[in-house]
C-alpha cells in the first residue's frame, strides 16, 4: 500500500509538472495545446522517473541505463494513452479548459503506468511491500 501512495503522491508531482509546463508554454509560446503538451509530457515524464526511481520503487538490478531505457518505453506507451485520451476529449469538447482533459488523461493512464513500472522496469509486484 506504501507504493501505491507514493506512486500516488510521485503522480500528483508529476500532474503539476505536465500542467504547469503546459499552462506556461501556452501562455508564453505559440505552440498550441498540442505541441505544447508534447514538451509538457518530457518534462513530467523526467521528474517522475527519479522521484519514483528513489521513493517509490527504489532501484533496480538493472542498472540505470536499462532502467532508463524501460521506464521510457513504459512511460512513452502510458504517455500515448494519456495523449490519446487528451486529445479525444479536446476534439469532442473543444471550448474545454486543457489543463481539465490532462487531469482526465492522467487518471486514465495511472493504472496502466504503474503496473509497467512496478513490474517491468523495477521488479516488482504491485503486492509485495
Known sequence: MRRVLAF???????FLIDAGV???????????????RILAIAAAMLVTFWLNRSFTFGRSDRGL????TRYGGVG?????????????????????WPVLAVAIASLVAMVWSFLGYSRFVFGTSAASK
Not at 76 to 96: H, K, Q, R, T
Open 76 to 96: 512513452i506507451s502510458a504517455a500515448l494513452l494519456n495523449y490519446a485520451v487528451y486529445s479525444a476529449i479536446l476534439l469532442a469538447f473543444p471550448a474545454l
Open 65 to 68: 541505463a536499462v532502467e532508463g
Open 8 to 14: 500516488a503522491v510521485v503522480g500528483g508531482t508529476g
Open 22 to 36: 503546459l499552462a506556461l508554454l501556452l501562455r508564453a509560446t505559440s505552440l498550441g495545446p498540442f505541441g505544447a
